[in-house]
Nanobody, 124 residues
Framework: QVQLVESGGGLVQVGGSLRLSCAASGRTVNTLTMGWFRQAPGREREFVVA????????DSADSVKGRFTISRVNAKNTVYLQMNSLKPEDTAVYYCAASPAPTTRTSRYEYSYWGQGTQVTVSS
């Protein structure tokens, strides 16, 4: 069983930055494909970024390319989402997720473990 706990959300102004953290337990993060998803009110949960197990590759949604970066610190068993140049449309609850798949996945249905989510609000 894998437990994921997100932190780092909050209120930020347009153009600002935030770094979200996802602390994992039960399994080391470098043996899992890790992803971040987000869900805005009234909308489906959508893929943001992912990194494959052992860090071989990463993938990101077109809407965040060049602004958001996923990284992993194995010694801390933690995955990070660095978000820069934030926009109002980035406002959502952000979820960390883990998949046993060997490569990045963009579908939420391929992720077996989820955190509780952390709110990110970008104000204009």
């Amino acid at each position: 069983q894998v437990q994921l706990v997100e932190s780092g959300g909050g209120l930020v102004q347009v153009g600002g930055s935030l770094r979200l953290s996802c602390a994992a337990s039960g399994r080391t993060v470098n043996t899992l494909t890790m992803g971040w998803f987000r869900q805005a009110p009234g909308r489906e949960r959508e893929f943001v970024v992912a990194i494959s197990r052992y860090g071989g590759s990463s993938d990101s949604a077109d809407s965040v390319k060049g602004r958001f970066t996923i990284s992993r610190v194995n010694a801390k068993n933690t995955v990070y989402l660095q978000m820069n140049s934030l926009k109002p449309e980035d406002t959502a609850v952000y979820y960390c997720a883990a998949s046993p798949a060997p490569t990045t996945r963009t579908s939420r249905y391929e992720y077996s473990y989820w955190g509780q989510g952390t709110q990110v609000t970008v104000s204009s």
